[in-house]
């Protein structure tokens, strides 16, 4: 069972997660980007804001700042999953599988976690086609993920 049935499920979803996380990370860079540039400004003998947030975003809703922050740090998480990812599907055995769902399943919590910020962004509704479409990806990641983790435990069982 040297490239077990799973081998090739797992590879495709690296891919695709690769690429979603990627995506992902583009978007929310952008967006943190955006909140900095067009954020308070705060000069030389200027008070705070009386409302005044750490993570204020001028686009979005009250959960953005949560969002971004979050996105941001699964997508990293998400590509480092995927380079040890590579190292699994490269050796494909047990020796190999540790490492790599460790990663994935630490991946899969904090897009879990930014997935909730999303559904809390949809509630409360205002947000532009951006962060709308960071939003799609992570709840779609949030099932990719899982289901990555699931083909990469079909690695054979040899050393």
């Not at 069972?1 to 090739?8: H, I, S």
């Not at 990627?22 to 909140?35: D, H, P, R, T």
């Not at 941001?72 to 699994?88: D, R, T, Y």
Request: glycine share 8%; aromatic share 12%; with cysteine.
């Amino acid at each position: 069972m040297a490239n077990g049935p799973m081998k090739p499920v797992a590879s495709l979803l690296l891919v695709l997660n690769f690429c979603m996380y990627a995506v992902v990370l583009g978007i929310a860079g952008w967006a943190m980007n955006f909140a900095i540039d067009n954020g308070f400004v705060i000069g030389p003998g200027m008070d705070l804001p009386a409302h005044f947030s750490p993570i204020y975003f001028p686009i979005g809703n009250a959960a953005t700042g949560f969002f971004v922050v979050f996105a941001l740090i699964a997508g990293v998480v998400g590509i480092a999953s995927v380079l040890s990812g590579l190292n699994h599907i490269r050796h494909w055995n047990i020796d190999s599988l540790p490492a790599a769902a460790s990663a994935a399943a630490i991946a899969w919590s904090l897009t879990l976690l930014a997935m909730g910020f999303a559904w809390k962004e949809i509630e409360l509704n205002y947000r532009n086609s951006k962060l709308r479409t960071m939003e799609a990806f992570l709840i779609i990641l949030s099932f990719t993920q899982l289901v990555y983790i699931a083909a990469i435990h079909g690695a054979s069982s040899r050393r």
